[in-house]
């Protein structure tokens, strides 16, 4: 009877050896991204992260997200170095709503097989969105699921985890009647409404390298816009004084799904949507769907990232102060009584 040979891990899906070369290639990218509350460097079991010194009363803040549909433009596209941005944007930006200053990141990514510089392009773009936010890559996994995934194609998600002083955690119950609602631009879709996206393009024929006029640009190119990180500068406006009440995170949802929970039981927000245009890859949705604007607004972010709820005294104050930091806002409406 012949003895069959061997089998080797790589043969039934797994490459060690190519794991190693990812580590390798990842573990500087995660390193410029430290903060001196961390203690050790990636290689351990787990992640040791002090908290802050200066805070009294800590409160540990976390979030956990992902990337959604937005990956496949990725595939497609064959682009890597952006979504990773999105993924830390998703999940540090949901921890900013409550004040708190995104201190450390995690992520997970899944794949049908390692290819190293695939996984540090990726990577590489996680680093920069922690950059971005300020907090530290502390470590991660990489898992190889070749029964799982079909070839070139991943999946991601992260774990956020930020710090406040609870006697400033940022809440919604001191929300009153009366309180402007400030509009802080998106930088595009973010990473919400995807599959809509995609079913509209496809059922129009329109290719991912299309450059229509009004985008400058290819449709691929914009769908993947990284999603903006707001952390270091509404860190910033809270460390000023500036009196924010609320803070709603315009995710998968849009406006009519989010601004509600940042509200207190018996206020609603009051949205004038004349009071701002929308880039012009929503009107280019709609009108290839066509998509009315209402389901658009419920799948998009319409253009509005992030809402800062404050007294119309801050108004002016906050406004300047994101305005000189590079954030188009506007004030979009007010917070009035249910009725």
Known sequence: MRVPRPLTYREAGVDIDAGDEAVRRIRALAAATSRPEVLGGIGAFASFVRVPADLRDPVMVSSTDGVGTKLRIAFLTGRHDTVGIDLVAMGVNDVLVHGAEPLFFLDYLAV?????????????????????????????????LGDFYTPGEYDLAGFAVGVAERSRLVTGAAVQAGDRLLGLASSGLHSNGYSLVRRVLERAGVA???????????????????????????????????????????????????????????????????????????GLLAGLGPVDEAELARATNLGVGMVAVLPSSEVERASSFLAARGIPNWVMGEVTAQG
């Not at 996984?119 to 190889?144: H, K, N, W, Y």
């Not at 229509?212 to 816009?225: A, D, F, K, S, V």
């Not at 206020?267 to 012009?280: A, E, K, M, Q």
Request: charged share 20%; proline share 10%; hydrophobic share 35%.
């Open 208 to 282: 991912y390298d299309h450059r229509p006029p009004e985008l400058g640009r290819t449709i691929g190119e914009e769908l993947l816009e990284p999603t903006r990180i707001y952390a270091a500068d509404l860190v910033d406006l809270l460390a000023a004084g500036v009196e924010l009440h609320a803070l709603c995170h315009v995710t998968g949802g849009g406006l009519p799904g989010n601004l509600p929970r940042s509200l207190p039981s018996g206020l609603v927000g009051r949205i004038d949507r004349s009071s701002w245009t929308p880039p012009p890859i929503f």
């Open 112 to 144: 049908h097989r390692v290819d190293p510089p695939t996984v540090e392009a990726i990577v590489a773009g996680v680093a920069e969105g922690c950059r971005r936010a300020g907090c530290a890559l502390v470590g991660g996994e990489t898992a190889e």
